[in-house]
């Protein structure tokens, strides 16, 4: 059964950091590729940072570069993400996704993203 599950989400002030953790089915976390996504209020679902999970490079969207961090750790299956320096903007409901194995496609589009978690709310107060 392929199962994602976030948490780590909450509230905390402009500066401050958040770690967010998903945890997987071992069929889920073998995948090509892993990332996080992020729905603000009224938009659509972006892209914030993907892994490939082999071999563990990283890419991250442009807006988090130098303040977000993507991780996994193989022995637990779970993906996580550091956010560090966050901003009002950053708030959103956050989203772990995986492609699956050779059925998706990796990268910051949403639409490469096979399986999906339910979500953690990040909320940045200025």
């Known amino acids: 059964q392929v199962q994602l599950q976030e948490s780590g989400g909450g509230s905390v002030q402009a500066g401050g950091s958040l770690r967010l953790s998903c945890a997987t089915s071992?069929?889920?976390?073998?995948?090509?590729?892993m990332g996080w996504f992020r729905r603000a209020s009224g938009t659509e679902r972006v892209g914030v940072a993907y892994?490939?999970?082999?071999?563990?490079?990283?890419t991250y969207d442009a807006s988090v570069k130098g303040r977000f961090t993507i991780s996994q750790d193989n022995a637990k299956n779970t993906l996580y993400l550091q956010m560090n320096s966050l901003k009002p903007e950053d708030t959103a409901m956050y989203y772990c996704?995986?492609?699956?194995?050779?059925?998706?496609?990796?990268?910051?589009?949403?639409?490469?993203?096979?399986?999906w978690g339910q979500g953690t709310q990040v909320t940045v107060s200025s």
């Open positions: 996704a995986a492609t699956g194995l050779g059925m998706g496609a990796c990268g910051l589009n949403p639409m490469g993203y096979r399986f």
């Open positions: 071992g069929d889920t976390y073998n995948s090509d590729c």
């Open positions: 892994i490939y999970i082999g071999g563990g490079s990283t």
